[in-house]
Nanobody, 124 residues
Framework: QVLLVESGGGLVQAGDSLRLSCTAS????????MGWFRQSPGKEREFVAN????????DYADSVKGRFTVSRDNAKNTVYLQMNSLEPEDTAVYYC?????????????????WGQGTQVTVSS
């Protein structure tokens, strides 16, 4: 059984930082491409960042470039999302997703598994 568990969300003020974690089990994490997505009420799930199995060339949505950093620790089966200079527009439920296919993608429909999400709320 594949399980992805996100943690690290919370309520912060604009300009603050948070680090999200996602720990995976039940899949070959060291060869799995990972992505972070977010969803706000009434909106579709949107791409935030992705990182391939070897942590080369992570990719980011334009809205978070320069503020967010995605990383992974294959020894801990964990992927991270460091979020700095948070803005109210970053408020959403954040999901990590796992893709077993070749290469990383920016569409949530091309991922095989996802977690339950963690809420991030940024107040102005």
């Amino acid at each position: 059984q594949v399980l992805l568990v996100e943690s690290g969300g919370g309520l912060v003020q604009a300009g603050d930082s948070l680090r999200l974690s996602c720990t995976a089990s039940g899949l070959p994490f060291s060869s799995t491409n990972m992505g972070w997505f977010r969803q706000s009420p009434g909106k579709e799930r949107e791409f935030v960042a992705n990182i391939n199995w070897s942590a080369r060339r992570p990719d980011y949505a334009d809205s978070v470039k320069g503020r967010f950093t995605v990383s992974r620790d294959n020894a801990k089966n964990t992927v991270y999302l460091q979020m700095n200079s948070l803005e109210p527009e970053d408020t959403a439920v954040y999901y990590c997703e796992a893709r077993l296919g070749v290469g990383v993608r920016s569409s949530p429909t091309e991922y095989n598994y996802w977690g339950q999400g963690t809420q991030v709320t940024v107040s102005s």
